[in-house]
Structures are given as structure tokens and as C-alpha cells.
């Protein structure tokens, strides 16, 4: 992959015509620079920031067939979902994963009644769903998936179960169903790798993180460098807008007037609790509050869990994170349905918080307003010599139907002909990658014989990276294996590759986006001091920028997602000068 210098060398070079420009380099921007780039049409995204680094950074990490959206009668949008998890469970699996998912109810009946009146559009407040709701709903979402699926169907979990595996559940529950969807282990990585095919199979194609939209002039976009303030102007034919809760401001800096997005605020806390994690294993509890909304909770890993979500009204996604209010309400829907839980603030780990590109609809209950997506064109008018389409609503699930869709509108308006589908195209990593856990042994031996590695690290990589982590694990054995920060789970020749291949531009890059080290609680001052010196050497960062990124970093991961850093002590800060 060029890595950042040499992608804005070929947008200077590429100043003539193009025909596309793809504004916001989230899920859906990438999955349409994506499905052009196998149709042979060159596009070009930016984004003001990192790649997937707003509300791509803040799902749940669920890839998900939208069960709740059956009350609501969004057929088409659940079947859509269903059809997409299943694809994405195949297309990418080193980073989806099959995910048993378990569905409390505290009452038999309940909800009957008024789960009809919602499906009939005749009210739109959500309300209390007993088990015989939920039994309704998954056979509903079983069928939907049938022809695609692998995965196993609903069950009803006996009282004897649900007690002898979650016994802190609480008692007032009658019982449960199970179902599977999937989780997402790296949102930001299944990106990342999307951007990376798509610049192998169109080198035409340019992805630069940190350049802004500054305006338009005519037929011209000005570009700004957000790190060297340099301005670049490109002549698209047409203009993509893709950038979620910004979309109305790139709107108004093309000339474009009036509202469109209504985003609401989702937070989610990542907490040290062992204890529920044991309990939750590999599965996930998706559940019911007292003011009827859904929340979430499961394992990350035997130590960590992850609670959400929240759904608040939002204006603002530039300054969007996870309030104290939110906290005391994520606690207490815990507690509600893990009575005992008792979660404390001293056991967050990370917390974090996006805004949905929703459609905007005024006042009401946000848990109504609909998670489908549609594109408004604008025709070319007054001084914009272009038409813009821009994108209001879409979700990591359904990103590739969505930027399908898309691309058949430019398709059509380039006068191109599509030529093939991404719906069986593997993703990155999982291309030549056995699914198959015992099947995938030995290339794992394979890495340790050619690298003289271990079989947790070359595991771990693989992981990770799933067949790409041959390249990786030849940048560990060069560096001799040496980890990087206390928890010693990333190792100094993992994140030079990293640096070197994945378009790296800040600090935050690595920490919170190439890496899970904030949901692993390894985020540390040491650790970011290591990461920081390999960025440096590579980069090319005298001692006053490497300071800068490490002083920006541990800013921004104590304002926006409460990680509070001790200073490295100064003996050791000497040291590694």
C-alpha cells in the first residue's frame, strides 16, 4: 500500500478530470471506492480524518440482521441485513464471527398487542416484548436467511441452562431465546483491508486520510491537506457524499442548503469485569430496559466486556462522547438485568461514543426512526457545474448492498456497465484463508518454521491479519520478537508493518484504529512512547512532532474516551530519547 506522501503525489498528478470523488472515507465511502474500483471506474476519497474513524469507529462491533427492526415492519431492511451478515461471515471471516446471541424476556405474552399496533405503523412507541414476541420475530428472521446461512437457528434455552450459565441473571426473567448473528472483531481493519483491494485492483484509485473538502468553485473541488494546509483542486464529473454526520456540512461547503441528517448519540463502555465475562463466554445478551430500548452486553475477551448502547439525540459529532449520564444509565440497565452487577467507574477501561447518520425527523422516539438508507441527488446548479449525491443513513452490515446501490447510480450516470458483484468477494485478509479453525494449523506451523516464532504469536497474527500475516510476522522475526508496552500483546515489528502499510498518518492512527489496544486495556505511557519512536523512525518525525502526536494522543484519549495516562517516569522517558 503507498503510504500517505505518495497517495497526495497521485492526487496532485490526477488535477484533470476524474469521475468520481468520494467524500468521507467510512464504511460506506470505502465500500463504494471499493465496488468502482472492480468496475474499472477510478475514484477518489478523502476524508478530514482517518480512515473509519467517526461512526465507523463506534458500533456495537456487531454485524447484525436487525431483529428489532421487524416491530417497526422494516421487512426489506432485515432481509437485507440477514443476507449481507451471512455474505460477511464467509467474505471475511478472520474478522466476523458466528455470535450466539441470548434474548431475556420477563413475561410469556407480553407485548402482544402493541407489537401489532407497531408493525401496523398505528404506534410508534416501543414497548415491553414477552417471549412469545421474541419466538415470533426469530422465526420471521430464520427465514429470511435460510438460503445463506450457516449458522444454526432460534432455540428456546431451558430454565436449567439458563440458571447452570448465567446464574446472576436475574430471576424475574421467564425465559430465553437464542439465535446467532455476528461479531465484528476490528471494524477499522475490515476498512482499511477494503481500501487496500481496491487500490490493488485499480491502481488509478486514490484513498488519502486527513484532506478535507475546503469548497468548491465552478467545476473545481478544493482539497486542504489538514496536515500541511496545502491546497489541491480536482474536476470530478460527479461528487459522492458519504460523510455520515457531516454530510450536511460537505453539503453546504458545495453549495447545497437544508438539513438532512437527525443523528442520534450511541455509547458504549468497555469494562474490566472477569466475573460477567466468564459467565457471558462467547456469547452475547441482547436485552430489553425498563424504558423499553435494547442494550447489549458481551465478553471481549476473558477479562473485558462491552456494554451499550445509547440512543440520544445528537447535533454535534466533532465533540460526541460518552457522558456521565450515559454511564449511570448503561450501569443501570446492567443492573437490571444482572442484579448484583455493581458496576463501578474505577473498572472502565475505555469508553466511546459515534453519531448515527440518521435521516432527520424532528421530535419523537428515536428508537423509531428507520436504519434504512437512501441517497438525495442534486442536480448541477448556480456556480456547481457537478451533480452531488449524498448518502443519508447506512450501517456496517448492509455497507456493501448500500455502496452496491450506489454505484449502480454512477454507473449509470458514467454510462459504464457493471461487471461483477461484490457479494462473494473475499475481504483482505480472508482471501486464501481457511475457515476452519483446525484447518488453518498449518499455515500457523508454516509462519513459525519460515519466521522462528511461537505458536501464540504467530496465532495472535493470524488473528489479526489471517493471511497477511505472513508479511507481518516477517517484520517480527526482524525485529527479534520484541513487544511493545507492558502487556506485551503487539510486538515493534508488527507496528513498523503497520506504519508502513497502512497509510499511518498520526499517533492516534496506530493507537486507536490499526490496534485494539484500548479494548485490551494496554494502552499505557510507555507503550505510547515505543509506538511513537517506530512512527518517528518511519515517518521521518524529529523529537518535537514525535512529542506533539504523544501529547495529542494522550489528550484525545482522556477527553473523548476516559483513558487517563500516567507520565512515564522521567528515567525512563531519558532513556528512550
Given amino acids: 500500500m503507498r503510504n500517505r506522501t505518495e497517495a497526495i503525489a497521485a492526487l496532485r498528478a490526477a488535477t484533470a478530470a476524474q469521475p468520481v470523488l468520494i467524500v468521507g472515507g467510512g464504511i460506506n465511502g470505502i465500500g463504494l471506492f471499493r465496488d468502482l474500483s472492480l468496475q474499472g471506474v477510478p475514484s477518489v476519497l478523502v476524508d478530514k480524518s482517518d480512515f473509519a474513524s467517526g461512526t465507523s469507529a463506534a458500533p456495537s462491533r456487531l454485524i447484525h440482521g436487525g431483529l428489532r427492526y421487524l416491530e417497526t415492519g422494516e421487512f426489506a431492511l432485515v432481509r437485507e441485513s440477514v443476507i449481507e451478515r451471512n455474505h460477511l461471515v464467509r467474505n471475511a471471516h478472520h474478522l ?3 455470535l450466539p446471541v441470548w434474548v431475556p424476556a420477563f413475561s410469556w405474552f407480553g407485548g402482544l398487542f402493541s407489537a401489532g399496533l407497531r408493525f401496523l405503523k398505528l404506534k410508534k412507541t416501543p414497548g415491553a416484548k414477552g417471549i ?3 419466538k415470533l420475530g426469530l422465526v420471521f428472521f430464520d427465514r429470511f436467511g435460510r438460503a445463506t446461512s450457516a449458522m444454526p437457528g432460534h432455540r428456546i434455552v431451558s430454565r436449567g441452562e439458563l440458571r447452570t450459565r448465567m446464574p446472576s441473571l436475574s430471576q424475574r426473567i421467564k425465559a430465553v431465546a437464542e439465535y446467532y448473528d455476528a461479531r465484528l472483531t476490528h471494524p477499522e481493519r475490515l476498512a482499511l483491508e477494503l481500501i487496500k483491494d481496491a487500490e490493488r485492483d485499480c491502481p488509478a484509485s486514490i484513498a488519502v486520510p486527513y484532506m478535507a473538502l475546503a469548497g468548491s468553485d465552478g467545476d473545481q473541488i478544493i482539497l486542504r491537506d489538514e496536515i500541511s494546509a496545502e491546497e489541491i483542486a480536482l474536476r470530478p464529473r460527479l461528487v459522492i457524499n458519504c460523510a455520515g454526520p457531516w454530510a450536511d456540512e460537505a453539503n453546504r461547503k458545495l453549495g447545497i442548503e437544508g438539513r438532512l441528517i437527525g443523528g442520534t448519540r450511541g455509547s458504549h463502555i468497555v469494562l474490566h469485569r472477569p466475573d460477567i465475562a466468564r459467565q457471558l463466554g462467547d456469547g452475547m445478551l441482547y436485552f430489553e430496559t425498563r424504558d423499553f430500548r435494547a442494550c447489549l452486553v458481551y465478553a471481549l475477551d476473558a477479562e473485558h466486556i462491552l456494554l451499550g448502547t445509547t440512543d440520544i439525540r445528537a447535533s ?14 448503561l450501569f443501570d440497565v446492567l443492573e437490571q438485568i444482572m442484579p448484583g452487577a455493581a458496576a463501578r467507574r474505577e473498572e472502565i477501561v475505555f469508553t466511546y461514543a459515534g453519531v448515527r447518520p440518521l435521516p432527520y425527523s424532528g421530535e419523537g422516539t428515536t428508537g423509531a426512526i428507520s436504519r434504512d438508507h437512501f441517497l438525495r441527488d442534486f442536480e448541477p446548479e448556480g456556480n456547481r457545474r457537478f451533480p452531488v449525491s449524498t448518502l443519508v443513513g447506512g450501517k456496517w452490515t448492509t ?3 448500500c455502496a452496491e446501490q ?3 447510480t454512477v454507473l449509470t450516470r458514467l454510462g459504464v456497465s457493471r461487471r461483477c458483484s461484490t457479494l462473494d468477494v473475499p475481504i483482505g485478509g480472508s482471501a486464501g484463508l481457511d475457515n476452519d479453525a483446525q484447518k488453518r494449523l498449518p499455515f500457523i506451523h508454516g509462519l513459525m518454521a519460515r519466521h522462528g516464532l511461537n505458536e501464540a504469536v504467530c496465532t495472535a497474527l493470524v488473528e489479526r491479519y489471517g493471511s497477511q500475516a505472513d508479511d507481518v510476522a516477517r517484520h517480527v522475526s526482524a525485529d527479534g520478537g520484541e513487544t511493545v508496552g507492558e502487556a506485551s500483546l503487539y510486538r515493534a515489528g508488527e507496528i513498523r508493518w503497520i506504519v508502513a502499510e497502512e497509510r499511518v498518518t498520526r499517533l492516534s492512527d496506530i493507537v486507536l484504529r490499526r490496534t485494539l489496544m484500548p479494548f485490551e486495556n494496554a494502552v499505557t505511557r510507555a507503550s505510547l512512547d515505543a509506538i511513537a519512536r517506530i512512527a518517528a523512525d518511519a515517518l521521518g518525525w524529529d523529537r ?3 512529542e506533539a502526536e504523544i501529547a495529542a494522543t494522550v489528550t484525545m484519549l482522556d477527553e473523548r474516551y476516559r483513558v ?14
Fill in 316 to 329: 454535534d459529532p466533532d465533540t460526541v462522547r460518552c457522558s456521565d449520564e450515559e454511564i449511570d444509565y
Fill in 399 to 401: 455497507y456493501r448492498a
Fill in 564 to 577: 487517563e495516562l500516567l507520565p512515564v517516569p522521567a528515567a525512563l522517558r531519558s532513556n528512550a530519547s
Fill in 96 to 98: 466476523v464471527k458466528p
Fill in 132 to 134: 412469545a414476541v421474541v
Fill in 406 to 408: 450506489i454505484a449502480d
Fill in 544 to 546: 518535537q512532532r514525535r
